[in-house]
């Protein structure tokens, strides 16, 4: 087929030694010590890492732009600029010792795939977008995937700019920043038609690496429900208060983590369960402690499972409100989807013609596409991680599984943009 021809001559393109040179490069950017990365949305480091992908497209001679919220886009014109552009991309903040990989992947792929086209000769008909989201990770400014969140337009960006990181500086404060260092670029609007999103990402899992299956088709990102709960007691001397007085909200805390842990691993042995923030106020030795302020993450496939867990949350913290008050905030709902089974049909078959091995996969964790799917038919391709391991400063890729997934992303792009003009 004519079509395969070149789909396969983009693929041959992909330059392996560049992508992991690119990945190395961006990987001493934020680099901690154990060899992971701290990079932080509108941070330093951030900025050092946006300012060496717009060294790397400049020199493409790509389109460059941001917007209001500063996520970072990178334009390979096609044949017809009228049409909507094919886009892929993800991010290149971390979480704190993060990976080298998470995120950072998924762009250096994108722009290796517009370079390969660029040294292949053709001129894709649809243009194609490389994006770098802001703010995945949600690391400094919870909650998480606000650049696509605010570009499909599921959240304001009013609503982003008054979130605070801890130590009081503002999204808004910290933009400022971002956007008078990049003040030369042009800045586009949110939203606008899509023709396809395709995301390139590591599994974050073990599937793939256990299956030794270089490319994952994904099927579709399993539901997530976040909350912030605050316990408040009373201050008091560790010593002379009688303990029947007391309003302790460390206790009363470990007592609503103890039973929520307890009912949701009895009912939901498949749930994941996290709570990764905890804080205590005064936080001293000698005495009674009046605040307590703890995450809670859920996530399942089944929405009714999420919705059933969420229940009895509340109605655990409700029933431990005797001495101390306890709030639940829920600050972030993301529904399971599944992605078009056209679009993981067209990336399967690219994987075929490159004879690259692929298998369908669903991702448990939570990535842009997930906004992305509610804009254009989106979808993703996943390479292993080592054992796994994600979020953590052993996160580690082999070389050729990211060129391999690269090559199928390649295949992928060239084969949406040039499709049937509308
Ligand atoms: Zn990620």
Redesign the pocket.
């Known amino acids: 087929m004519l079509s395969d021809t070149v789909e396969v001559k983009v693929a041959s393109h992909v330059n392996e030694h560049r992508l992991w040179d690119r990945l190395m490069q961006l990987a001493k950017i934020g680099a901690t010590e154990s060899g992971g990365v701290s990079r932080f949305a509108l941070s330093e480091e951030e900025s050092l890492a946006r300012r060496l992908l717009i060294e790397w497209a400049l020199e493409l001679e790509l389109e460059i732009s941001t917007d209001d919220i500063s996520n970072l886009y990178f334009r390979l014109n096609g044949r017809n600029k009228q049409t909507a552009p094919v886009m892929s991309g993800?991010?290149i903040d971390s979480q704190p010792n993060g990976g080298k990989f998470?995120?950072t992947f998924g762009v250096v792929a994108a722009l290796e795939v517009l370079q390969a086209i660029r040294e292949s000769g053709t001129q894709p008909a649809r243009s194609i977008d490389v994006v770098v989201w802001l703010n995945?990770?949600g690391s400094r400014f919870s909650p998480g995937m606000m650049g696509s969140d605010v570009f499909v337009g599921r959240r304001s960006l009013d609503d982003c700019l008054t979130v605070k990181d801890s130590k009081g500086v503002s999204v808004a404060e910290a933009l400022e920043t971002t956007h008078s260092e990049f003040h030369s670029l042009p800045r586009r609007s949110f939203g606008g038609a899509v023709c396809h999103y395709v995301e390139a990402?590591i599994e974050q899992g073990p599937l793939l690496d256990t299956a030794k299956i270089p490319v994952g088709v994904v099927t579709g990102i399993q539901g997530s429900r976040r909350f912030r709960i605050r316990v408040i007691g009373e201050q008091a001397h560790a010593g002379t208060e009688p303990m029947e007085n007391r309003k302790d909200a460390l206790f009363t805390a470990v007592d609503v983590i103890q039973e929520i842990r307890s009912q949701l691993m009895n009912r939901f042995p498949d749930l994941k369960l996290t709570m990764g923030l905890f804080e205590m106020l005064p936080n001293a030795p000698s005495v009674v402690p009046s605040s307590v302020y703890f995450s809670i993450d859920i996530r399942h496939p089944k929405d009714s499972t999420l919705a059933e867990s969420q229940r009895i949350i509340d109605e655990i913290c409700h029933s431990n409100q005797n001495k101390c008050e306890i709030e639940v905030n829920q600050i972030a709902v993301s529904k399971s989807l599944e992605f078009p089974n056209r679009i993981r049909k067209r990336i399967t078959r690219c994987a075929e013609i490159l004879n690259i091995g692929s298998m369908p996969i669903y991702s448990m964790?939570g990535?842009d596409a997930r906004q992305m799917h509610y804009h254009c038919p989106s979808g993703m391709i996943f390479v292993p991680c080592y054992k796994g391991i994600s979020h953590s400063d052993k996160e580690a890729c082999e070389s050729s599984d990211l060129f391999m997934g690269t090559q199928v992303l390649a295949a992928s792009l060239i084969d949406m943009a040039n499709q049937q003009l509308k």
Do not use: I, L, P, R
Request: proline share 0%.
């Open positions: 993800s991010h998470d995120g995945e990770e990402h964790a990535h």
